[in-house]
């Protein structure tokens, strides 16, 4: 959704919210989605905690990072290829790195820790993003946060 209709645009209106719940076919997956929901729906006043199902709230990590999906990597032609054995959440520390080749042409980092949300070739084919880039904004430490509440 992102990369479509403005929702990648600042001057746009449009908002899209991507939260990277790990792997697909990973039951943990379905997991840390059930949680994200359950939080946006009682942060935003939606329903109460009492209407949740059960086992929805997850306890918080230790940390917590927020990622700003910056852009995306979009397949020119079926010649795109991964430098690597990619995931999801590799992040490469310089400006740079070769992460992949597009119609035999390195496709690079653009800045430092840079990291990669949702690399998929599954669905190449030209005009296809295969990959975002993100930008870690910031490393929210929970542990931390636990023990000044319970203070």
């Not at 905690?49 to 059960?54: E, I, K, N, T």
């Not at 035999?104 to 949702?118: E, F, I, K, N």
Request: hydrophobic content about 40%; proline content about 6%; overall charge negative.
């Amino acid at each position: 959704m992102r990369d479509y209709e403005g929702f990648g645009d600042d001057a746009s209106p449009k908002n899209a919210l991507l939260i990277e719940c790990g792997q697909h076919w990973e039951a943990s997956a379905v997991t840390v989605a059930r949680d994200c929901t359950a939080r946006f729906l009682l942060l935003s006043g939606i329903v109460d905690a009492a209407d949740l199902p059960s086992g929805w709230i997850t306890p918080l990590p230790d940390e917590m990072r927020i990622v700003r999906v910056t852009e995306p990597v979009v397949a020119k032609s079926m010649d795109f290829r991964f430098a690597g054995p990619y995931t999801g959440l590799e992040t490469f520390d310089k400006a740079g790195t070769v992460i992949a080749w597009s119609d035999g042409q390195p496709v690079s980092t653009p800045y430092d820790h840079c990291m990669l949300v949702m690399p998929s070739l599954r669905q190449l084919r030209a005009g296809v993003t295969v990959v975002r880039l993100g930008r870690i904004e910031r490393r929210i430490d929970l542990r931390s946060r636990q023990q000044e509440q319970a203070r």
